[in-house]
């Protein structure tokens, strides 16, 4: 989603700020824009599309050093030029990036702003011109800027430039993430540390409500009411290769063949110095003392909690029910006496998942985040985290953070059993590392999974997923994946249930992917497949090693049927990359979509 930088200090500013937006593509955004200043002078550029486009408008013999620049992924107003970030006060004198929402500029605009005339459709338009109007009042920037947020309902992270303060970058938080990150003689922001590796590793965290006054040598962070706070900076722990393509065509296809290696690096990060398992024993504890589970998440994340309610249930024995986070902030089921909330989140930073925190930490119940990133805002505002490994995923379409997200899933589900004295049908790190050759098997067979993408998706406009237990779980993800990246219209289903209705929509060649890695329901799901195939269906079987049958289209290695879906939903990622690639979409970056959803 929305993606902000900032620099100030003593290099050139222009290409600081566009190679920062860079490496916020992967956020998702359909237009973006930089302001650099020199002096008085403020230089605003911004476009529609991609940066390869901004770029080409900037003034190269503009000679600057502080600006600000900004993605946007359109909320408030289509994606054009005139919508874009940066925007300007009326006179000019401010210059603003938002990354938010802000629920109650309409209002704003009447109260404040009836005489002032409009360049965009923005709620973010109507910030700048606060700032302009209550220093038109007298206030000075600072104050006039507190003063808007005073008033603002609503998420944000800020960046603001006066040209009457050319020194300062002004910037504030509330909800969006937003990091300062610090360097010698110099200073930036940015949505996330990766954009501004390319200058510093340090940074500081922002907290919401707060403001940052910016200079090339100093950072004061304040809380609204002027309270000077002090924080100590962290080294952000990313690897500058984690964050670059190497020799693959896309991140998605790097991040699917990395799949292995988080793995092993999972297993090796939750073994004690005896090779146990193992996990912070007060999250242990949280979890020994729930006598309910909510797992509450979206997307991709949301399938991964389907699967993680099956590890509880069957081996720590804590009946678990699991939410979309966008359902279950307006519509609280009845809890449980003693619930454990874990939020599961690849980014830390979905807005939707966020908003059910702050809800459940109101209500006093303590809250588990799982989540790729350290530090991220799911993290810090739960009691407990613990950290997928997974290293930072780009592509929007999210595939080792899944598994990650399964495989801690399941080692937290097992040390908690063992804690509890439960011996569980598992042996579960022998098993991992079953699961682990495995997949290394599958991204082996990449060609093969091509071969499956052109002989079923090369031109149909929708696709269905089949399975049962596990497998219906990994089809749904399947049906997540090669809709979001192919554009193919997919929907996954409990193998019983097409007959039900869906069935209605089975013609001659419509390709029914069918998962059959459970032994119990190996009978049934092919029994489903036989009664699509009956109407036509072009059926596609991915099935395991000891139930496969003539015909099957890829048979996945023999792994413990619980961690199946660790492994065919490899299959299934690859198929979809595949699909999109072939159909010439935009794997990386699929229209409409965001990586970080920051917005509810
Ligand atoms: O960062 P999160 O895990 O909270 O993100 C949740 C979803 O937005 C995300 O999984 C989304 O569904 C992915 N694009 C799926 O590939």
Same mark, same amino acid.
């Given at each position: 989603m929305c993606g902000i930088v900032?620099?100030?200090?003593?290099?050139?500013?222009?290409?600081?700020?566009?190679?920062g937006?860079?490496?916020l593509?992967?956020r998702?955004?359909?237009?973006?824009?930089?302001?650099?200043?020199?002096?008085?002078?403020?230089?605003?550029?911004?476009?529609?599309?991609?940066?390869?486009?901004?770029?080409?408008?900037?003034?190269?013999?503009?000679?600057?050093?502080?600006?600000?620049?900004h993605t946007?992924?359109?909320?408030?107003?289509?994606?054009?030029?005139?919508?874009?970030?940066?925007?300007?006060?009326?006179?000019?004198?401010?210059?603003?990036?938002?990354n938010?929402?802000?629920?109650?500029?309409?209002?704003?605009?009447?109260?404040?702003?009836?005489?002032?005339?409009?360049?965009?459709?923005?709620?973010?338009?109507?910030?700048?011109?606060?700032?302009?109007?209550?220093?038109?009042?007298?206030?000075?920037?600072?104050?006039?800027?507190?003063?808007?947020?005073?008033?603002?309902?609503?998420?944000?992270a800020?960046?603001?430039?006066?040209?009457?303060?050319?020194?300062?970058?002004?910037?504030?938080?509330?909800?969006s993430p937003l990091l300062?990150?610090?360097?010698?003689?110099?200073?930036?922001i940015a949505s996330d540390a990766m954009a501004?590796?390319?200058?510093?590793?340090?940074?500081?965290?922002?907290?919401?409500?707060?403001?940052?006054?910016?200079?090339?040598?100093?950072?004061?962070?304040?809380?609204?009411?002027?309270?000077?706070?002090?924080?100590?900076?962290?080294?952000?722990?990313?690897?500058?290769?984690?964050?670059?393509?190497?020799?693959?065509?896309?991140?998605?296809?790097?991040?699917?063949?990395?799949?292995?290696?988080?793995?092993?690096?999972?297993?090796?990060?939750?073994?004690?110095?005896?090779?146990?398992?193992?996990?912070?024993?007060?999250?242990?504890?949280?979890?020994? #003392?729930? !006598?309910?589970?909510?797992?509450? %998440?979206?997307? *991709? +994340?949301?399938?991964?909690?389907? &699967?993680?309610?099956?590890? $509880?249930?069957?081996?720590?024995?804590?009946?678990?029910?699991?939410?979309?986070?966008?359902?279950?902030?307006?519509?609280?089921?009845?809890?449980?006496?003693?619930?454990?909330?874990?939020?599961?989140?690849?980014?830390?930073e979905?807005?939707?998942?966020?908003?059910?925190?702050?809800?459940?930490?109101?209500?006093?119940?303590?809250?588990?985040?799982?989540?790729?990133?350290?530090?991220?805002?799911?993290?810090?505002?739960?009691?407990?985290?613990?950290?997928?490994?997974?290293?930072?995923?780009?592509?929007?379409?999210?595939?080792?953070?899944?598994?990650?997200?399964?495989?801690?899933?399941?080692?937290?589900?097992?040390?908690?059993?063992?804690?509890?004295?439960?011996?569980? #049908?598992? !042996?579960?790190?022998?098993?991992? %590392?079953?699961? *682990? +050759?495995?997949?290394?098997?599958? &991204?082996?067979?990449?060609? $093969?999974?091509?071969?499956?993408?052109?002989?079923?998706?090369?031109?149909?406009?929708?696709?269905?997923?089949?399975?049962?237990?596990?497998?219906?779980?990994?089809?749904?993800?399947?049906?997540?994946?090669?809709?979001?990246?192919?554009?193919?219209?997919?929907?996954?289903?409990?193998?019983?249930?097409?007959?039900?209705?869906?069935?209605?929509?089975?013609?001659?060649?419509?390709?029914?992917?069918?998962?059959?890695?459970?032994?119990?329901?190996?009978?049934?799901?092919?029994?489903?497949?036989?009664?699509?195939?009956?109407?036509?269906?072009?059926?596609?079987?991915?099935?395991?090693?000891?139930?496969?049958?003539?015909?099957?289209?890829?048979?996945?290695?023999?792994?413990? #049927?619980?961690?199946?879906?660790?492994?065919?939903?490899?299959?299934?990622?690859?198929?979809?990359?595949?699909?999109?690639?072939?159909?010439?979409?935009?794997?990386?970056?699929?229209?409409?979509?965001?990586?970080s959803?920051t917005?509810?």
């Amino acid at each position: 989603m929305c993606g902000i930088v900032g620099y100030i200090g003593t290099e050139d500013a222009k290409e600081i700020l566009l190679k920062g937006l860079e490496k916020l593509e992967y956020r998702g955004y359909d237009s973006a824009g930089i302001a650099v200043r020199n002096g008085e002078d403020v230089r605003v550029y911004k476009e529609k599309g991609r940066i390869a486009e901004l770029r080409k408008m900037v003034d190269d013999s503009f000679d600057t050093t502080t600006g600000i620049g900004h993605t946007r992924w359109a909320t408030h107003g289509v994606p054009n030029r005139e919508n874009s970030h940066p925007h300007q006060s009326e006179s000019g004198r401010f210059t603003l990036v938002h990354n938010g929402v802000i629920e109650n500029y309409e209002q704003l605009r009447e109260a404040y702003l009836t005489g002032v005339t409009f360049k965009s459709d923005t709620d973010t338009e109507i910030i700048v011109q606060l700032v302009e109007h209550f220093s038109k009042e007298g206030l000075d920037t600072e104050a006039a800027f507190v003063e808007v947020l005073k008033l603002l309902h609503g998420s944000y992270a800020l960046g603001l430039l006066d040209t009457e303060n050319p020194d300062v970058i002004y910037v504030a938080k509330n909800k969006s993430p937003l990091l300062v990150g610090l360097g010698d003689g110099f200073n930036v922001i940015a949505s996330d540390a990766m954009a501004m590796l390319q200058v510093t590793d340090t940074y500081t965290e922002l907290h919401d409500g707060e403001i940052v006054l910016i200079t090339k040598e100093n950072i004061e962070i304040k809380d609204l009411e002027g309270n000077v706070i002090t924080r100590e900076p962290y080294k952000a722990e990313i690897d500058a290769s984690d964050i670059e393509k190497g020799t693959y065509a896309h991140y998605m296809l790097k991040e699917i063949h990395e799949q292995p290696a988080v793995m092993r690096r999972i297993i090796q990060k939750y073994q004690d110095d005896k090779g146990n398992l193992t996990i912070d024993k007060d999250i242990v504890k949280a979890a020994r #003392e729930a !006598d309910r589970v909510y797992i509450v %998440a979206c997307g *991709t +994340s949301y399938h991964a909690g389907l &699967v993680g309610k099956e590890y $509880l249930e069957k081996w720590a024995g804590i009946p678990t029910e699991v939410h979309v986070a966008s359902e279950f902030v307006y519509n609280m089921p009845l809890l449980s006496k003693k619930p454990l909330f874990i939020f599961i989140s690849q980014s830390g930073e979905t807005a939707d998942s966020r908003a059910v925190l702050v809800a459940v930490k109101e209500l006093g119940y303590p809250a588990l985040t799982i989540t790729n990133v350290p530090g991220s805002t799911l993290s810090r505002e739960a009691d407990h985290t613990l950290i997928l490994h997974a290293g930072p995923e780009i592509a929007v379409a999210s595939t080792k953070a899944y598994t990650a997200q399964i495989a801690v899933l399941a080692i937290f589900a097992q040390v908690v059993a063992a804690d509890a004295g439960v011996k569980t #049908e598992i !042996d579960l790190l022998p098993e991992l %590392a079953k699961v *682990t +050759s495995a997949i290394t098997t599958i &991204v082996d067979d990449a060609k $093969l999974m091509e071969d499956i993408a052109s002989k079923y998706l090369s031109t149909t406009r929708n696709a269905f997923f089949i399975g049962r237990t596990m497998d219906f779980y990994v089809g749904l993800e399947g049906a997540l994946k090669l809709k979001e990246i192919s554009y193919i219209q997919a929907e996954g289903f409990a193998g019983g249930e097409l007959k039900h209705g869906t069935i209605a929509l089975i013609e001659d060649g419509v390709p029914v992917i069918a998962l059959a890695t459970q032994e119990s329901v190996n009978l049934s799901i092919r029994g489903n497949v036989k009664e699509v195939v009956a109407r036509g269906a072009l059926p596609c079987i991915i099935s395991m090693r000891g139930l496969e049958k003539e015909g099957d289209a890829y048979v996945i290695p023999a792994v413990h #049927e619980m961690l199946s879906p660790l492994v065919s939903v490899v299959t299934l990622q690859l198929i979809s990359y595949y699909a999109a690639l072939h159909r010439g979409a935009d794997v990386d970056k699929p229209r409409n979509l965001a990586k970080s959803v920051t917005v509810e």
